[in-house]
């Protein structure tokens, strides 16, 4: 796969981090922000190429995070380098919601094409995930001229106040906050590892069972008539809530259900879209067409952009309705356009037949630990759940091999309660599995 490099290890030389990673960290303390959740180890990043993370020490580590599933072809990606700088000598801004540049029609054209949304689409551009989510809620309630949203517990769409009352996947995120801005009753996620009643495994039609009816019978009979209901906003694979994916199911039964009332179904791929699973959009496994998506993290390579992508009768708002200065940024754009033509080339293949090794590596590991409950997923959005003795969580165990990983040269996060998250640049080779997967089990035998 390309970009290629002779690097075929991780190479640690200092302690982590080191001294130059250090001095960084201390300054960061001083000047920045303390309210980013970053995990336990410290990785101060200098260079990345590919596969692989250079740190401000020389250190060299397999990335098989990508940024929190952004670099989706890999760190600077050496097509897509050229399509920015290339980019960045013709035209670096206009502001799309006063002036036109081909860049906004090429990507929305794009979009029109791979969407799985039923006929034409219109897109809206932003520059982040919580922004396209915040794009999607205005029009959903600009479209039904209704209030209110379903969301699911476990979710996480982002932090700005609108995509904060959609948000649940922990306590922290809303901690401290007044009363979410928008009216937005949360249900349960089906996760058949963990039923929301008993916490135990339970089979896929039971728990997409008891999911439906807690929408149908419970809340549309109780607090939340289903002729208010905006829309319904679901992750296809929910990410930061443990790296779990809905029973196909469970979102065709969704899918239903906005069509009986005339809700808008809000699809969030900002995560486990672009490739990831193994098909362009992670709904695409369960072939529902929804009438809204958001994208963004993997669309940009690394370059800032989100995009919620509308049927085009929905996204009929007037002038004036809804704009942003800095989305559909033409670099932004040029990379997105690359990214594209990147994953259609081969990587959203190598997502799939690379990520199918990766998981077969990682079951392989979890008939020789027990203390993996879970391996799911799909393709390279891939979710290990550690669990203790008796099937609980096991966050403490997670957060010591996630440390241990680090210090072996292995970047991988935690989500959830006690789930590592897989989700490498799509363009990760077989070869490059082998290693990861030998310092997982050497990081689990020695975290034990
Ligand atoms: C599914 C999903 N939606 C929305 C967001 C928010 O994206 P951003 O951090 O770019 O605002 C995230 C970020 O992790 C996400 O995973």
Redesign the pocket.
Known sequence: MTPSTEIKRPNIKTELPGPKGREIIAADEKYVTPSYPRPDYKLVAEKGYGVWLEDADGNVFLDCNAG??VCSTGHCHPEVVEAITEQTKRLMHMCGTDFYYHHMPDLGRKLNEICPIEGDTKTHFA???????ETALKLAMYHTKRQKFISFFG??????LG?LSL?SSKRAQRQGFARQALDVVHVPYPNKFRHFVTQKPVDEASIVKDCVDWIEQKIFQTTTPPSEVAGIVI?AV???GGYVPAPKAFLQAIRRICDEHGIMMIV?????GMGRTGKMFAVEHSNVKPDIM?L??GIGSGL?I?ATVAKAEIMSWHKGAHASTFGGNPVCIASALKTIELLQNGLVDNARDTGKYLEDGLKKLQEKYKQIGDVRGYGMMLGVEFVKENGDPDAELRDKIEMACFNRGLIILGCGTSTIRWSPPLILTKENVDVALEIFDAAIAESL
């Open positions: 929190v599933a520059n982040s995930g919580a922004e396209a989510v979710s996480f769409h982002g932090r700005t995509a948000t992750e929910q990410g930061e969030d791929e900002v995560q486990s958001c963004a993290k800032p989100g």
